[in-house]
């Protein structure tokens, strides 16, 4: 390593040395605007506010009155969790000097650099972190099948109150019966969240109503992450439970007769989890922030600021990065962004090539657990978060990792909240 | 190569103070990413190791031995795999130091001024 002194190196991280001299306070401190408090909107809030010692002033717009985690909320659907055990209040972040309030916003003028909240009211920014998640899209859906399917089906694709309405409704199928589950064609939201699901599904069957099954209709060539782990989960726990059907987008449905027509083939249900394809959170895309395809959102990987808008910056599972929208990598977004927005409003340059970890867990039963790992890095060339070398996936489920998955989520629940 | 680096950078207006402060921030960011699995500033609220405080010389042990060995499907092989060697020593001095006055940091900061 090349001789550094003991400032530059030790520091590492610590301090940033003669940062705030440069921040401009003509109008009193900076004001960054945060949307949403879900992994990316609570983490890029809380780190902002720490990095900048208090420095740069934060308001965390989020309708929700707390905070419910999509990851382990599978397992509410298993039994072996509740949905008390996946939520967590936004005080901590009060008690960060982050102001929290529960409003949605319903229009952003970029230009002003103002945004309209519903009630009423309006709100300026320097600074403005959208962290919309996911929208649900049902047009094509609906106009295949001509229904309004969000109104028959439930997605349980945020946690919440429709988790607990699936596991109601699991628990109210007959023994002998069929909870088929659809699978939309990625991009999507956890990319092995479906298969966990049915894993979580056929655990609580296999207790309770042994003699029924899980339907997996899959819009995707095949399981599109961890496979080959998901596979020997299905087949060693749950042998004959669930039936796993790939390339088989949906075309048609009856509720009534509760039976649904897919590519290939028709079948029967007793419960239908219908998980639909998605897009960026509406916000971004009603305010001219989705990329040419109209469905993600674009920005550069440095700082994380929209390609469409100045000072507007996006993190999370709206973005178009092709990394998975797992919330490690949306916390691990909202890092590098707080650090390069603190830099920006210093009048420094945020660091050129950022890199963060990124590992996903699935439970396939109460106690055994599997996973994906890698690093990214930012890729000069191509200007994109690039997979390092070494990457990789367990040799199989177990209960170590079962346990690592449960300190995974204390911890990342605590970084972002507590 | 640095001298003239330098020279160039304060030419253009940039001290390496700034280059500094680029490097801290890289490394603040990639440590903050290790928290999902050892807590937030290396503090492990489960069972996962804490990494604050950690001796220096440990945490690049362990990480080398995660680094060289084959990958057998944990974590750790296959997030120490993606790292540098600059961005590992870089790191050991970040955790060492996230406890200011403990020994490991005071160890590092001998060894780094001793360098």
């Known amino acids: 390593m090349k001789r550094r002194s003991f400032n530059q190196l030790m520091l590492a991280g610590l301090i940033l040395p003669g940062m705030w001299r440069n921040i401009a306070s003509a109008g009193g401190a900076p004001r960054v605007v945060v949307v949403g408090a879900g992994f990316a909107g609570a983490t890029v809030a809380k780190y902002l506010r720490l990095w ?33 055990d996946i939520s967590r209040s936004y005080d901590v972040l009060r008690q960060h000097g982050i102001q929290m309030r529960q409003a949605s916003v319903t229009q952003i003028d970029a230009g002003k650099r103002q945004l309209k909240l519903d009630d009423g009211t309006h709100l300026g920014y320097d600074k403005l972190v959208l962290a919309p998640g996911i929208s649900f899209d049902y047009s094509h859906l609906n106009a295949v099948t001509g229904l ?4 028959h089906f439930l997605h349980a694709w945020k946690a919440g109150a429709q988790t607990v309405a699936l596991k109601q409704q699991l628990q109210a199928m007959p023994d002998g019966g069929v909870f088929a ?55 060693e726990l749950y042998p004959g439970m669930i039936e796993y059907q790939p390339v088989s987008e949906l075309k048609q449905i009856d509720p009534a007769q509760r039976m649904v027509r897919t590519t290939f083939d028709t ?63 949306a916390t691990s977004e909202a890092k590098v962004c ?61 209960a170590g990792e079962a346990r690592e998955a449960r300190s995974w989520a204390s911890n990342i629940w605590h970084d972002a909240l507590g | 190569m640095r001298i003239i680096l330098t020279v ?16 801290d921030s890289h490394i603040r960011s990639l440590a903050a990413s290790c928290a999902a699995c050892h807590g937030y500033e290396g503090k492990s609220q489960g069972e996962t190791p ?16 995660y680094r060289d060995m084959d990958d057998d499907g944990s974590v750790m092989n296959q997030h120490a795999k993606g790292l540098t060697r600059e961005e590992i020593s870089l790191l050991a001095g970040y955790f060492a130091c996230v406890v200011p006055d403990g020994t490991a940091c005071n160890t590092y900061r001998q060894k780094a001024d001793g360098q």
């Not at chain 1, 309004?148 to 109104?151: A, K």
């Not at chain 1, 239908?272 to 109209?294: C, K, S, V, W």
């Not at chain 2, 160039?8 to 490097?23: D, E, H, I, Y």
């Open chain 1, 52 to 84: 900048s010692q208090g420095r740069v002033e934060v308001t965390v717009i989020e309708p929700g009155s707390g905070f419910v985690s999509c990851p382990v909320s599978n397992l509410v659907l298993g039994g072996s969790r509740q949905i008390q």
């Open chain 1, 148 to 151: 309004d399917l969000q109104q």
């Open chain 1, 181 to 235: 589950l659809t699978v939309p064609a990625l991009p999507y939201r956890c990319p092995p969240g479906p298969y966990e699901r049915a894993c979580q599904v056929a655990y609580y069957l296999k207790q309770h109503k042994p003699r029924s099954k899980v339907l997996v209709l899959d819009a995707n060539p095949a399981i599109t992450s961890k496979r080959a782990l998901f596979e020997k989960a299905w087949a």
């Open chain 1, 267 to 329: 079948f029967r249900f007793d419960v239908l989890n219908l998980i639909p394809p998605q897009t960026a959170g509406r916000i971004a895309l009603d305010n001219g922030l989705a990329n040419a395809e109209g469905r993600w959102c674009d920005v550069d990987y440095v700082s994380y600021e929209s390609k469409q808008a100045q000072h507007i910056h996006i993190l999370g599972d709206a973005l178009d990065s092709g990394l998975p929208k797992s919330a490690h990598i």
């Open chain 1, 338 to 398: 707080a650090s390069a927005i603190i830099d920006i409003l210093a009048g420094q340059a945020p660091d050129p090539a950022p890199v963060f970890a990124n590992t996903c867990y699935s439970y396939v039963s109460a106690d055994e657990a599997m996973h994906v790992a890698n690093v990214y890095r930012y890729d000069e060339k191509s200007r994109e978060m690039k997979p390092a070398p070494g990457g990789g996936v367990s040799k199989q489920h177990s």
């Open chain 2, 8 to 23: 160039l950078l304060s030419l253009v207006g940039v001290t390496p103070l700034t280059m500094a402060g680029q490097a």
């Open chain 2, 50 to 65: 804490s990494l604050a405080g950690m001796p220096p010389d440990q945490f690049l042990d362990r990480m080398r031995h």
